[in-house]
Each structure stands twice: as structure tokens, then as C-alpha cells.
């Protein structure tokens, strides 16, 4: 559906994107993950034909931006960052005025349908300027998915709603799957484990992991660890860990709690709780640490060298 | 089609915007004082006068109705909706600058009264005051295509407005530089000025050099006003 080639973007002197592919499949929901400023918004501009491309290809259902761009927006539905609408315009008006200009046919039905998608009836006849932030970013949603568009492509769709919105908008874009191929960007991690089949991890302008949220937790998974708390230890329990043969790294978390880290090898949590037993430290917990889509982010985008 | 359907939005707009409609009357109040002022005072059967102060009017009318076309959708971020809607920049700029256009004419048309009541009271020389509503029409279109290049470079309505008016005013007033010397170089400015090329409107004569004056000015900041917002997509 979408096929992004060797992607490259300038502001001026300022390199946004560096050589950049990848592709989305039809009706797949990608999610685009990376620290502010990492080009995530830059990306999507350039998928939407908003802003042409520095160097490279990419095209949207076989159509290049650059040279058949309004081919390209009339496949596109687009939910910018700053939710930007007409605030003198009540839902309906601004939503007639979308429709008109993409020339949805025929145009009441699709918008009354698309109000009862996500949930704007009661709001059809009030002004925007009047709303709520986390109605005014349905209106936003409404608007990108009115004519029916192939690709939904949201920036930042959750930024700034309370987790009741957060939780409503999430339910109507995992509505949208199966139906129509959708890139969202975020920096909340969760929201990509919970919506998407495949995840970018995007950082300074170039992808850094490309996999499903599953796989790439997974990824970082190599070793083992796990998480052990007793009543109480002597001083020297850290070097005691330590010098378990399968142990690769013991951290004290704070008292009685450690992080210990394996070679892996699953036979090392009998070892643990073994010696825990013998020397009587009272053994209180003793589990694994699953890897969270935080600390694959963390890791590759290089900001857990800095957390240390 | 769709520089119809952006037309009849920001018409819409227009009709529901009160900075508008006093403008509009500000212009419509000065105008026909100064209507009265040549018919009952001067005793003068004619426009002419009616039409020069119009056209100054409209150097301060235009910049008003022009500031918030695309300097506003800059600044709450609809432009980047727009870009992303399979419509062309040109149809943006046509929709919105006939908008301005037509709102105008609607500011105009009252201005009929005063024909009828010449006519009522007198006998004006009618294709005259037809030549001097060309002139008048003509202006307004070439004021809001540059008031439209304005509110397309500009950040914000305001500067789009100021902008406009000195632009307009350097404009209006680059003749005299020329004016008095025939025959310097400066004369070239004379071609320029807008007084030069409404002064023959005003008083009934049409000149193809007046109208292609107008209309190419027109033109040429509504085909720069494109190029303005194609700008804005690359940054």
C-alpha cells in the first residue's frame, strides 16, 4: 500500500529524515514510535503529500507524492498534530465543507455515518470553537475517515486527552482496522502494544527497530531476570549473588530488593533461592522481569545510557 | 468546483463577520456623504468626484477584507489541511480572492441608489458612470489580489493589512515622483502609479493600457500568491 525508498529530508541545512524505508501493507496498522523531534511528524507529511520529499520515493498505492500528489491526498485521510479546524464552523458544517471539497458522495449519508462512528451526533450542531479538546479531536478523526480513504494516517491522535478520551479514541481506531490501513505516531508506548501489528522505532531521522511490539520485546528478552526480595540481608549478600556461576550482573534496587541478571539459563532461579534458603535471608519474592516496550525504546534510541 | 465551494465558504464567513459589515458601512457612509455633498451642495449631475473618493476607500477597504484570507488558516494550522485535500493551490487563491470579489460588489451595489436618483433628479450621462464602476471594479480586483499575496506571505492578519496598505500607498503615490518630469526617467514610475491609469475611468474614458494595467497587476499577485503557498509546503 505505501512504499517508502531511501527517504531523505531537508529543512534547510537541518537533516530531518536520513535515508529512510519501509512499507505498510494494506490494512496493517503501523505505529511510528520515537522521542520528540525524531521525524515522526516529518514522515507522515511527507505520506499525506503536505510537504515534498529532499530525496528518494515514495508512493501510496503506486502513486508517487511528488508527481501525482493529488492522487495521493484523495487515498489519504490526515489527523494533524495540531487537530487544526474551523473553529467558527459547527461539526456538521466543517465536516459538509471536507466533504464538498473531497467530493464525497453521497455526502449526507457518509456523514452521518462517520458521526455515528465516533460518536458525534450530539455534537453535530455546536460549534467547534465551543468543544471540548478530546471531542474537538474526534472531529479531527471524523474528518480523516469521511471519504472513506484507503490509508488513515493520525499524528499523535492521544496527546493531551484525559484517559477517558485516550481510551475512546483508541477504541475507534482499532475500529478502523480491517478496513483501512492506518499510521499512528505516538510516544506512549502502551498505545502501540495495544493497537498496532507493527511498530517503527524512529529516532534523529532514521529507523533504529522495525518488528511487531511482540518481536521486538522479545528481541531484547536475550538473558533472564529477575527480581528477588528477602527479609533481610547481610552486607556482603551482593558479592555472594555475584559470585553465583550463571549470574551476569546483581543490582541493589534498595534494601533487601535486587535485580539479578542471567546468562540465561532458567536452573539459576533454584540457585538463588537455594542460597537465599541456606544462608536464611527469608525468602519473600522471587520472579521474572518481563522487558517492556520502554526498555526496547529506552535501549535503542540510546536513552538509557544517559538514565545510566 | 471546488473554487466554488471555497468561494461559498469564506463568502459565508464574510456574511457572518462583523469586521465586514463596518467596514463595508464605513465605506457605504463616507461615499454617500460625500454623494451628497456633490449632488446637494455642488449641484453636479455626475460621479466622478464619488468614484475618486471610493477609490480611496478601497485602499484602506481591501487590506481589511483581504488580512484574515490565508494569514488566519497560517495561523490555526488548517493550511496544512488544505494542502493535504486533493485541491490545487490555484483553486485555493481563485476560490478565496472571488470571495473577497464578490463581497465587495455586494458593498457596491447600494451604491446604485445614487444612479437611480440621479437619474430621478437629472440627467446624468449614464456610460460614463458604467466607465467609472469598470474603473472602481477593476481597482478593487487588482487591491485584493495584492492584499491576498499579503495575507498569504504574512505570519499574521495584521502585518498582512499593514503590509497591504503600504504597498498599496507606495503605489498610489510613486507617480508623483515621475510626474512632474515627463521627461527624466522618472517618468517610468508614471505607468506605474494608480492614479494615472483611474484617473481616465473616472471621468469616462476607457483606455485598453488602463485596463491591462489593472488586470495583469491582478493577475500577477494572484499567480505570485500561489507560488507564496506552494512555498509554504517546503518551508
Known sequence: MINVQNLTKYYGPKMALNDVSFHVDRREILGFLGPNGAGKTTTMRILTAFTPPSAGIVKVDGYDVFTHSLEVRRQIGYLPESVPLYLDMTVREYLDYAAALRQVSPADKRISRTLEQVDLEAWAGTRIGKLPRGIRRRVGIAQAILHNPAVVILDEPTLGLDPKQIMDIRRFIRDLSGEHTVILSTNILSEVEQLCNRVLIINKGRIVAEDTPARLIARLEGGERIRLQTQHTPPQALDMLQALPPVARVQKIQNNVFEIEFIADSECRTMVAELVVQQGWGLLELRAIDASLEDVFLELTGESEKQG | ?235
Not at chain 2, 466622478?48 to 477597504?61: C, K, N, P, R
Open chain 2, 1 to 235: 468546483m471546488n473554487i466554488v465551494i471555497i468561494t461559498r465558504r469564506e463568502l459565508t464567513t464574510f456574511f457572518l463577520s462583523p469586521i465586514a459589515y463596518v467596514a463595508g458601512a464605513i465605506f457605504l457612509f463616507v461615499t454617500g456623504l460625500f454623494f451628497y455633498f456633490t449632488v446637494a451642495v455642488d449641484g453636479q449631475a455626475g460621479l466622478g468626484q464619488v468614484f475618486s473618493i471610493m477609490a480611496v476607500m478601497l485602499l484602506l477597504l481591501a487590506p481589511i477584507l483581504t488580512m484574515r484570507l490565508l494569514a488566519a488558516e497560517t495561523q490555526s494550522g488548517t493550511l496544512e489541511l488544505l494542502f493535504t485535500l486533493p485541491i490545487r493551490n490555484a483553486e485555493i487563491v481563485v476560490g478565496k480572492f472571488m470571495a473577497a470579489f464578490l463581497f465587495f460588489l455586494a458593498i457596491l451595489t447600494p451604491t446604485a441608489l445614487y444612479v437611480f436618483i440621479l437619474t430621478w433628479f437629472g440627467s446624468p450621462y449614464l456610460p460614463a458612470i458604467i466607465v467609472g464602476y469598470m474603473g472602481l471594479i477593476l481597482l478593487a480586483a487588482m487591491l485584493l489580489s495584492i492584499g491576498l499575496l499579503a495575507s498569504a506571505i504574512a505570519a499574521n492578519q495584521f502585518v498582512a493589512a499593514t503590509a497591504t496598505i503600504v504597498t498599496v500607498a507606495a503605489v498610489w503615490i510613486i507617480g508623483s515622483l515621475g510626474l512632474p518630469y515627463t521627461d527624466t526617467p522618472g517618468a517610468g514610475f508614471g505607468y506605474l502609479t494608480i492614479q494615472e491609469h483611474l484617473t481616465y475611468f473616472m471621468v469616462g474614458l476607457i483606455n485598453v493600457t488602463d485596463i491591462i494595467y489593472f488586470i495583469s497587476i491582478t493577475v500577477a499577485a494572484l499567480f505570485l500568491t500561489t507560488r507564496v503557498l506552494e512555498l509554504r509546503r517546503w518551508h
